[in-house]
């Protein structure tokens, strides 16, 4: 069964660091691994997709690097800004579509 | 274009009732999922369809739990003889494939069980 877990749950940081949030999963035979932020009482929306043949994946500040072989995937936040404080979900897809999450981070980023 | 849409986007019902809760998808995708969302349990697949196959029902919890998709389209999760434990806020996403495309999800119903 697969199992993702998100390290650290929570994250303070000050404004214009550069930070890493970490997801590892059980089971090396994904399709694909995807990024979602979450706002207080919102929906999720879509930062990156990286398909599993791919190594990584860049949009703006963000950058998330995949490895399969370990079960491992990473996003790169540069240069952080307030803007950017939010739940960050990790999510696996490995069967038939469905995705299988993390736990999440909690992201805060302080002026 | 238009994004997901679920409707209602709250709904507070009574323990034993019945609750209905809508999504559409974004026009054309033809694959949508059903997830839910609660403090315990974090975020877990109920249900998905893609076109016209049998729906994928692993995920749903219990056989109080239904959904249908009626024309390809536009989806409803029943909810029978709702339960404490049921309440979360239950997402809806969808995608132009089922395996490799990003999944585009809506706000979500936030469903509570008094």
């Known amino acids: 069964k697969q199992e993702v877990t998100q390290i650290p749950a929570a994250l303070s940081v000050p404004e214009g660091e550069n930070l890493v949030l970490n997801c590892s999963f059980t089971d090396s035979a994904i399709y694909n691994l995807q990024w979602f932020r979450q706002d207080p009482g919102k929906g999720l929306t879509s930062l990156l997709l990286?398909?599993?043949?791919?190594r990584e994946q860049t949009s703006g500040r963000l950058n998330a690097s995949l490895d399969k072989s370990s079960g491992r995937s990473t996003l790169y936040i540069a240069a952080s800004q307030p803007g950017d404080s939010a739940t960050y979900l990790c999510?696996?897809?490995?069967?038939?579509?469905?995705?299988?999450f993390g736990q999440g981070t909690e992201l805060s980023v302080k002026p | 274009g238009a994004g997901v849409s679920q409707s209602p986007s709250n709904k507070v019902t009574e323990k034993g009732k019945d609750v209905e809760l809508r999504c559409d998808p974004i026009s054309g995708h033809t694959a949508l999922y059903w997830y839910r969302q609660s403090l315990g349990q974090g975020l877990e697949f109920l249900i998905y369809?893609?076109?016209?196959?049998?729906?994928?029902k692993s995920g749903l919890p219990s056989d109080r739990f239904s959904a249908e998709r009626t024309g390809g389209s536009v989806s409803t999760l029943t909810i029978q003889r709702t339960q404490q434990e049921d309440s979360a806020v239950y997402l809806c996403?969808?995608?132009?494939?089922?395996?490799?495309?990003?999944?585009?999800f809506g706000p979500g119903t936030r469903l509570l069980v008094l």
């Open positions: 999510a696996v897809n490995n069967q038939g579509g469905k995705l299988i």
């Open positions: 996403a969808s995608s132009s494939r089922r395996e490799q495309e990003t999944q585009y």
């Open positions: 369809f893609q076109g016209n196959s049998a729906p994928d």
């Open positions: 990286i398909q599993s043949s791919q």
